[in-house]
């Protein structure tokens, strides 16, 4: 897996494309330095790997991660969502996702796969598998900036076509269920696979109509507040299709990405590396973001006597000359958001990542998991969407699959059955509760059980269902108000290179451009 992952990542921004061999004269006019055919496994390795792991420092960390209370900062700087400044970090994802170049972005790599094998039935499969990828990158792009080019996005290379109109994200979220559910219906076990170029799943067809279903799934519930006869549809739909259920050794559903570690930077898990690259270096030093888990998580996870807090939570103890990174739950602390302009006396008592689980270069990401379907399927119980299972059952599945889960990233992660079962038997499903107060208990399992893997899922689902209730900061000179951020910030350039479609996209969105700015479906 290393070799090949370390293959694929360098080969992909400089194997893109073939050189066309030409004996004749013509090859005097040909650029050595450019290539003319797409090689679409290797471009889909990379946009595999892009579509996960752009700009995850500045969005998804310092951004969504503060402003989901996860991570708590002492510095102004960087505290895009501990104090609700520096903007400038949620228009990264923009420019990292549209980029062009040896690290162009996911977005045109996608558009580029698909167009390469679009014309061939016998690549019936690697069409399906790409276009269900390009709906996971556009889904979570218009997510974070509502409406965005779209239909025209990517047709820089192919039309010239430098100035894309903006699509409303209501007509979005409706294609990119149409390309789900087209894709899944697709796909062929017959036909040929992408193979290892796959991280996801080297090829498997039945697993990726699982991934296609579980996406749909997500998106239709994300339709809940603004259309919810729509939401129904897509929810049934995606349940009757079949999504990521199992997590048991040989059926193991989930889309799981493996990262090694080693000296190559790309073959390392990006989290990880981003984390330490940011904040957690030196054992009882001064971190460089300022950066140490929120109160606001850490009493949570100690009030509710969650094991997870003592796999993912650490305090640098000091032992003799040397520090000692203690899991002990009475010395979990976290440092309150937007209390501090300055390093606090107290800073080294704070709690940080666990360098045994989270910060492991050879952590792997789980890019879609059955901790997350569970809790799909449980709100969809409680709509009366599902029929399979009780709302109850359907929660307590998610709650195990989500501590079982860290034991993917090693021995220290490992959660054991009694003390699982010793969890659920304190915090016990809401059956008899209203359905406002099953949301409640069902959306917030889902903060603590995407916790770091996918921030953006929580941010969008914290904006769909209000939960779970986090207290805003009110820090002197903040850009909200005091209000949480609720969209990230469409460039300037947009406004200079594309201004007639910016300034329409942004007047139909009330107008503004900012972090307190809303989606569609934020209601």
């Known amino acids: 897996m290393k070799s090949l992952i370390q293959k694929l990542i360098y080969a992909a921004p400089l194997a893109l494309l073939l050189p066309s061999c030409d004996n004749g004269f013509q090859e005097m006019n040909v650029d050595p330095n450019k290539y003319s055919e797409v090689v679409p496994g290797y471009l889909f ?14 969005a998804a960390y310092l951004t969504i991660g503060q402003s ?3 991570f708590a900062t002492y510095k102004e700087v960087p505290a895009a ?12 994802s923009w420019n990292a996702y549209a980029g062009t170049g040896q690290g162009q972005g996911a977005v045109i790599g996608i558009q ?3 167009d390469a094998v679009k014309t061939n039935p016998a690549d019936v499969n690697k069409l399906s598998a790409a276009r269900i990828w390009k709906a996971y990158i556009f889904h979570r792009l218009t997510d974070l900036y509502g409406d965005i080019p779209y239909s025209d996005a990517a047709k820089a290379l192919t039309d010239k076509n430098y100035g894309p109109k903006y699509d409303t994200q209501q007509a979005i979220y409706a294609d990119l269920l149409k390309e789900l559910d087209e894709s899944v219906t697709a796909l062929d076990a017959t036909k040929a696979t992408f193979g290892a170029a796959d991280l996801l799943y080297a090829g498997d067809i039945a697993k990726w109509k699982k991934f296609g279903y579980s996406l749909m799934l997500r998106l239709g519930m994300r339709l809940t507040e603004v259309d919810p006869a729509m939401a129904k549809t897509w929810v049934e739909k995606a349940i009757a299709g079949g999504v990521i259920l199992s997590d048991a050794t040989g059926a193991d559903d989930r889309a799981i990405i493996a990262y090694v570690d080693g000296s190559q930077t790309l073959s390392r898990n990006f989290i990880a590396n981003g984390l330490m ?4 270096i030196t054992p009882g030093g001064d971190n460089v973001e300022g950066g140490k888990f929120a109160k606001t998580l850490i009493d949570h996870l100690k009030t509710t006597k969650d ?24 010395l979990q602390l976290g440092m309150p958001n937007a209390a501090f302009n300055s390093r606090p006396a107290e ?3 704070f709690s940080e990542p666990n360098p045994a689980t989270l910060l492991r270069y050879a952590a792997p990401l789980i890019v879609f998991g059955n901790a997350e379907t569970n809790l799909l399927l449980a709100e969809a119980a409680v709509r009366g969407w599902y029929n399979g299972s009780t709302a109850a059952v359907a929660y307590e599945n998610a709650v195990k699959a989500g501590m079982r889960q860290w034991s993917l990233f090693g021995a220290a992660g490992a959660i054991s059955e009694a003390k699982i079962a010793a969890y659920i038997a304190a915090n016990p499903y809401k059956t008899a509760g209203t359905v406002a107060q099953q949301i409640e208990q069902i959306s917030t399992q889902k903060w603590v059980s995407l916790f770091l893997e996918d921030e953006y899922e929580i941010f969008s689902n914290w904006r769909r269902t209000g939960y ?16 949480i951020p609720t969209r990230f910030v469409i460039p300037d350039s947009e406004e200079q290179y594309n201004k007639v479609n910016f300034i329409e996209a942004r007047t139909r969105q009330g107008g503004t451009n900012t972090l307190s700015s809303v989606v569609w479906w934020d209601k």
């Open 45 to 58: 390795t990379r946009t595999q790997l892009d579509g996960v792991a752009t700009n995850f420092t500045g």
């Open 68 to 70: 989901m209370q996860h």
């Open 81 to 92: 969502g501990d104090k609700y400044f520096n903007f400038g970090y949620s228009q990264g």
């Open 112 to 114: 580029q796969v698909i």
């Open 277 to 280: 690259g940011t904040d957690y």
């Open 307 to 330: 094991p997870r807090l003592n796999v993912i939570s650490i305090v640098w103890r000091p032992e003799g000359s040397t520090f000692v990174a203690d899991t002990s739950t009475a």
């Open 347 to 349: 800073f080294n008592t």
């Open 468 to 483: 779970p209730v986090l207290t805003p900061t009110n820090y002197p000179g903040n850009l909200t108000g005091g209000k």
